[in-house]
């Protein structure tokens, strides 16, 4: 009995052995904005309580941010140089044409967006390649793997030049350029290309793509090329100014991750095919409603039966007009509900009684209430996938980037309506509001989104196993596909079309030249 005792724990240590792996340093890569590193710090926490040893690699002007110092005593940072790019501002300009552009403009200017990410990137890269310092330090933690955002492929030719194994998280949704890049199938006849460059609005409800979107599929096909060309030659250049030898650059490296994990759901993406080695894990963020102080909890009390309605509008609202946020509080005095309006610059001149402006709120718990009718929000993933797993139907307004995408699928999916910042009114936000909030479909089809989103396994979850399976098995050889390492030419069989095509021509040739002859 007693061998037999000691045989059960042998097994479970064996066991335990196998589930979980070794301590391991990590280094995640989150140059990006607030919203990005908070779903690297959701990941890094749960593989830190297995015992991971974690560092973050941040910009230095994030070093004092409340985001970085909170959890100096948790994790390691490093930190990129001061320079601050005026990228966001730039981009965010570019948008603003965009939205008032017509057809042909929205082509040029799409065109535009992608230069300016080429440039971008090529900017982060020197910040980091130009510091030698960083660079020995780095070099010097050897890290085991490298977990890189996907907006920062800059540093896939560090994860092949240090022979660490490196992983891509994204923490936008799925987009054909991205997938390209990742050699999966562009379904070009059935699903949008990318609607944040472009910002054509598709209605995919009715299942199709009519003949006009899959032709402006087929031409933000070629925008794609474009962008791969500019990406190349901005990384070939910086290989020869900083004498670097690598043979990975640009958007090849893609498919050299040993494993992709994508901010995306099938609950709210497009069904599309893609390779064992992606982990979806859309909603980072996400996690069940905690308890809300006493300020909040009275105000959710005291809005009644009318309910309130959250109001988020993220930081890059900074850069839009005033007259925006003046026309939204215009709508909202007009409601019955209470409004809860996370605030940011430029505040609005004047708000109803029942706007409360508040510099933070606890956005998730808020969602989480039943008191909470709808929310009126500018499509950032996160916040998206917040309402989704609570039911909260969403009042789209897109300022940036891939929240036109975000909101387009949203509205699509039943679950919410777009106003366009070009269009908007205190009518149209009114209009607005009051469609999701009085007519039931948007609540219930929410309702049936969040069930369907909560029988996945949880995102966070779902991003450690994978990570810590790359650690275990020293990679993901057996679920890559071998596409990465074939040429254009041998992957869509253009070699074996070449054949074919001299074949009959060679046909068509002998069999003229055969009747010539019979004819003579």
């Known amino acids: 009995m007693e061998y037999s005792g000691i045989f059960v724990i042998y097994i479970l240590l064996v066991l335990n052995s196998i589930v979980h792996c070794s301590p391991a340093n990590i280094l995640f890569a989150m140059t990006g904005p607030n919203s990005h590193y908070e779903c690297g710090v959701r990941v890094a926490q749960v593989l830190k309580s297995r015992g991971h040893n974690i560092t973050f690699l941040v910009p230095k002007f994030e070093s004092e941010s409340p985001a970085v110092t909170k959890r100096a005593d948790v994790f390691n940072f490093e930190y990129t140089s001061e320079k601050k790019t005026d990228s966001l501002d730039v981009g965010i300009n570019i948008y603003e044409r965009l939205n008032n552009a017509n057809l042909i403009g929205k082509f040029k200017i799409g065109l535009e967006i992608l230069d300016l990410v080429s440039r971008w990137w090529r900017n982060e890269l020197e910040k980091f390649i130009s510091d030698p310092l960083l660079m020995d330090r780095i070099s010097d933690a050897a890290y085991d793997l490298i977990i890189v955002e996907g907006n920062f492929v800059w540093l896939l030719p560090f994860a092949q030049r240090h022979h660490s194994y490196f992983v891509i998280m994204t923490t936008y949704s799925l987009n054909s350029v991205n997938l390209e890049w990742f050699n999966l199938p562009t379904e070009l006849s059935y699903i949008p290309f990318d609607n944040s460059v472009n910002q054509f609005t598709y209605d995919f409800r009715k299942g199709r ?31 020869k100014e900083y004498h670097v030898a690598t043979d990975w650059w640009g958007h090849d490296s893609f498919g050299r991750a040993e494993i992709w994990l994508t901010n995306s759901n099938f609950a709210t993406d497009y069904p599309r095919p893609f390779f064992p080695n992606m982990g979806l894990v859309g909603g980072l963020t996400v996690e069940a409603s905690k308890l809300l102080n006493n300020d909040f909890e009275s105000i959710m009390a005291a809005a009644g039966d009318a309910g309130v309605i959250i109001v988020s509008m993220g930081t890059v609202i900074k850069s839009r007009s005033q007259n925006l946020v003046n026309s939204m509080a215009e709508a909202f005095a007009k409601l019955p509900q209470t409004v809860i309006w996370k605030a940011t610059e430029p505040l609005p001149e004047t708000v109803g009684e029942n706007t409360l402006l508040r510099k933070w709120i606890p956005q998730n718990d808020l969602l989480g209430h039943p008191n909470t009718r709808a929310m009126v929000y500018h499509c950032g993933n996160n916040g998206a996938f917040e309402a989704l797993y609570h039911g909260v139907p969403i009042i789209a307004v897109p300022v940036f980037a891939d929240q036109t995408d975000v909101a387009y699928r949203i509205m699509s999916n039943g679950m919410g309506v777009v106003v366009e910042t070009t269009t908007l009114t205190n009518e149209s936000m009114f209009r607005a509001v009051s469609e999701v909030i009085n007519n039931p479909k948007y609540k219930n089809r929410a309702m049936e989104l969040s069930a369907i989103y909560r029988d996945y396994d949880t995102p966070v979850e779902m991003a450690a196993f994978w990570i810590e399976y790359v650690l275990r098995h020293r990679g993901a050889r057996l679920l890559k596909s071998k596409a990465a390492d074939m040429s254009f030419v041998k992957e869509y069989l253009l070699d074996v079309f070449a054949i074919f095509l001299v074949i009959g021509l060679l046909v068509v040739i002998t069999t003229k030249h055969c009747f010539s002859t019979l004819l003579k």
Do not use: A, D, W, Y
Request: neutral net charge; proline residues 0%.
């Open 209 to 239: 793509l009519s003949f006009f979107e899959r032709l402006i599929n087929l031409v933000q096909l070629f925008q794609k090329f474009h962008i791969h060309t500019l990406l190349g030659q901005e990384m070939f250049t910086i290989q």
